[in-house]
């Protein structure tokens, strides 16, 4: 086994999008599956930023009963389930989400940082649009959380299983955001790609982590073959350098056509920084052993990891 494909067995990724979908997907939730289990990964959480994919995650689930991937479903909040809507959390998280997303492409940031020069996202497949789609934040005009993002909050902290996840909120939410989960009691936080549209600096980032946050950083942008490829592996082995490790998650993030399937990507991202510094044992952490710790399925990787 090659040493690449070793570390990647066992990946655990917390960010992964599959067709249908309204934009235009490299692969479909079933060939994802198969990816999944021919690479050897652990699990997969479905995200897409129109609907829920907690029914699709469970369907599959009981049609791939004799899979060992575990396909885990989430919520994105963002204006086509009602944006910051607590009443949607309840019901995804009843139904069995695993992770809750802050909006995404509906979050007032997105709309600025889609404007950027050298940003580019894929274009909606659909009509012309006829409902408006307000830009969303979780601070108000008095700077302080919104009473619908307090609301989604006190959900979470009553559901201490399951993941919130930051989105595209900028700088100032994202911080807004982590410190008055570490106060309510919201367990488990990731902060989706802090050096991508969130640009924060390295000191938000320690200081997320020690209030209990993780970071997640994305093979999608940083593969020199992707669309979307901005930040280059250098500058990210850099940044792991200077986090704390245990709070480090590194996801996949691909789905968008032509960015390259989950095995090739990932295996392609792991290899770039290894040649950038970053030890094998530091890449098993942050691709298995921490998300499978943020997923709260610890127990199950290390019986999986003791099997092999």
Avoid at 76 to 104: D, H, Q, R, Y
Avoid at 123 to 142: N, Q, R, S, W
Avoid at 162 to 177: F, K, M, P, S
Wanted: proline share 5%; net charge negative.
């Amino acid at each position: 086994m090659s040493r690449i494909k070793a570390i990647l067995k066992g990946f655990v990724d917390t960010h992964v999008h599959a067709g249908p979908t309204l934009t235009v997907r490299e692969f479909n939730v079933w060939q994802l599956a198969a990816e999944a289990e021919k690479g050897g990964f652990s699990a997969i959480v479905l995200k897409d930023h129109f609907i829920p994919t907690v029914p699709v995650a469970r369907v599959m689930k009981e049609k791939l009963g004799h899979t060992v991937v575990k396909i885990f479903g989430s919520l994105v909040l963002n204006n086509s389930v009602g944006g910051l809507n607590p009443k949607a959390v309840e019901i995804a998280i009843g139904f069995g989400a695993k992770m809750i997303w802050m909006p995404t492409i509906s979050a007032a940031n997105h709309r600025r940082m889609h404007r950027a020069p050298g940003i580019k996202f894929p274009a909606v497949i659909t009509k012309k649009e006829t409902v408006a789609d307000a830009p969303l934040e979780v601070i108000g005009a008095d700077g302080a959380l919104t009473p619908e993002t307090e609301d989604v909050l006190n959900v979470l902290a009553d559901h201490p299983d399951v993941v919130l996840a930051t989105g595209h909120l900028g700088r100032a939410e994202v911080d807004a955001l982590v410190r008055r989960c570490a106060q309510v009691g919201v367990k488990r936080v990731l902060v989706t790609h802090p050096h991508f549209l969130v640009d924060a600096s390295v000191e938000d980032m320690q200081t997320w982590q020690s209030l209990g946050a993780y970071m997640e950083f994305t093979a999608v942008i940083s593969l020199p073959s992707s669309p979307i490829y901005c930040r280059p592996v250098e500058d990210l082995a850099g940044l792991i350098k200077s986090l704390d490790v245990e709070k480090i998650v590194l996801s996949s993030d691909l789905g968008l056509k032509n960015a390259g399937w989950p095995i090739e990507g990932m295996s392609a991202f792991l290899e770039l920084l290894g040649e950038a510094g970053v030890g094998d044992e530091d890449l098993k952490k942050m691709i298995a052993t921490n998300p499978a710790q943020l997923l709260d399925m610890k127990d199950e990787i290390a019986d999986e990891d003791d099997s092999r």
